[in-house]
């Protein structure tokens, strides 16, 4: 059974889109309160739980008496609404970067078959390191489908997201996402990468991305050094209460 959004997450979703957009620029003023409740046939309720929702993600900030504005530092794309890391990159974007290891083609069955392809099809395989302030904090495979061509990462190697990247050279957008997390010991080769002791403690993530269609187009297995980058996770209640189970 498909579970009907809130009206404050649709407002809050509508939104976030016209600010990565471009529709609401950094520093431009929001509707005021009452212009967005006409706006959305809203309460102020959902209207205000919107903007709050927009404040803590560092989309906005608002002024005593003066209204909201969009934030002029934060993200340019979707994708870290979908991570448990994403106010480390709200609050840190400028001091991220990227670099491109290793790229080759690479062949697996299991894979392939996640990604709904033949197992004979060659995956585009990467290897990347993210660094916060020029320290390396991520290091990131990837397992590309063969729709991607390979020659978008000729031309933009050291991309910080491959979201942005397929948004920019095709326009395919990847709208969804599920992670899997476990803790694992640094191999020699990612603790060489990341700096860090072989062996040492890291948090290893599985990353399933899909496209508008529900079709995978990544999958992304990366490896945290969490001394460094923390995983977080906000709650937020919709209606109804909020059990731990």
Do not use: C
Request: glycine residues 4%; charged residues 30%; hydrophobic residues 35%.
């Amino acid at each position: 059974m498909k579970i009907k959004k809130s009206l404050y997450k649709t407002i809050y979703d509508d939104l976030v889109n016209k600010i990565l957009s471009g529709t609401f620029k950094g520093g431009e003023q929001l509707p005021s309160e009452a212009e967005l409740d006409k706006k959305y046939n809203a309460s102020r309720t959902p209207v205000r739980q919107a903007l709050k929702q927009l404040e803590n993600d560092g989309f906005i900030y608002r002024l005593q008496g003066k209204g909201s504005f969009v934030s002029n530092r934060r993200p340019t794309e979707l994708w870290t609404k979908m991570t448990g890391f994403r106010s480390q990159y709200l609050d840190n974007w400028e001091k991220i970067s990227a670099k491109t290891i290793a790229i080759d083609y690479f062949e697996n069955k299991k894979i392939s078959s996640i990604l709904g392809i033949d197992e004979d099809y060659k995956l585009i395989h990467l290897k990347r390191v993210r660094y916060f302030d020029n320290k390396p904090v991520i290091y990131l495979v990837h397992f590309v489908s063969p729709k991607i061509p390979y020659s978008i990462f000729e031309k933009d190697e050291n991309f910080i997201s491959l979201g942005h990247l397929l948004k920019k050279h095709l326009d395919i957008e990847i709208v969804g996402a599920e992670e899997e997390i476990e803790a694992v010991k640094a191999s020699k080769e990612i603790a060489k990468h990341l700096e860090v002791e072989e062996n040492a403690s890291l948090l290893k993530v599985t990353r399933f991305s899909y496209d508008e269609e529900e079709n995978p187009i990544d999958i992304n297995i990366y490896y945290v050094n969490t001394e460094e980058w923390k995983y977080k996770v906000n709650f937020t209640q919709e209606g109804g209460s909020y059990e731990d189970f």
